[in-house]
């Protein structure tokens, strides 16, 4: 099983969103399976991806919109195995399928101003590699995965670094203090940004 909940800092509060068995399938309810990926937003909405682990059913994208309290399914989105928002970008890392925009692994950005989706060109460690997780900034775009970290340019999908590493995923990508902090193997590594 799996879920979500939001802890309010300031009062403490917990709200769990999944407690209530789903409700009828006529409504979109918060995920009961397990999240994968958070993607806050400007705005205070909240972008997730939720799956059932090694179900043949895809990771599923799905929208939050606290102000009115309402889930959404986000079927038009690639279906994606991790994202992050950054500015006003949400970016998906995933293996596509075609027909979203190109196929095989890769990067996706969404400009929820215009709507449309973007995608990066393709990255030729990728395609025996994979994406496992997507961090950074509006300036800075990271990606790991099987053996690697990557930064690519967000504007072209050039690759600026590459390093090897020794695992099968990367877990957790995050820029915070002037260092870019990556997770895997049970373990976190920072390295200092240029």
Same mark, same amino acid.
């Given at each position: ?91 998906? &890392? +995933? /293996? ?5 925009? !190109?196929?095989?692994?890769? *990067?996706?950005? =969404?400009? %929820?101003? @215009? #709507? ?18 997507? &961090? +950074? /900034? ?5 990606? !790991?995965?099987?053996?690697? *970290?990557?930064? =690519?340019? %967000?504007? @072209? #999908? ?18 915070? &203090? +002037? ?16």
């Amino acid at each position: 099983n799996g879920g979500l909940g939001r802890l309010d800092l300031r009062s403490h509060e917990f709200t769990n969103f999944t407690a209530n068995p789903p409700p009828d399938a006529g409504k979109t309810s918060p995920p009961h399976v397990p999240v994968t990926g958070l993607a806050p937003v400007p705005g205070g909405d909240l972008w997730l991806i939720a799956a059932e682990v090694n179900s043949p059913v895809p990771p599923a994208t799905m929208h939050y919109a606290p102000a009115r309290d309402t889930w959404s399914m986000e079927r038009d989105l690639p279906r994606a195995t991790c994202l992050f928002g950054a500015g006003e970008d949400l970016w998906f &890392g +995933g /293996d596509f399928e075609p027909g979203t925009g !190109g196929a095989g692994p890769g *990067v996706k950005v =969404l400009g %929820p101003a @215009t #709507g449309k989706i973007r995608t990066l060109p393709p990255v030729p460690f990728l395609e025996e590699s994979g994406i496992t997780t997507i &961090g +950074g /900034d509006a300036r800075h775009l990271w990606i !790991g995965g099987l053996g690697f *970290v990557a930064q =690519l340019n %967000p504007e @072209t #999908g050039e690759v600026l670094k590459y390093a090897y590493v020794k695992a099968a995923s990367v877990d957790r990508i995050e820029l915070a &203090g +002037g260092y870019l902090w990556v997770q895997f193997g049970c373990q976190l590594y920072r390295a200092a940004m240029p």
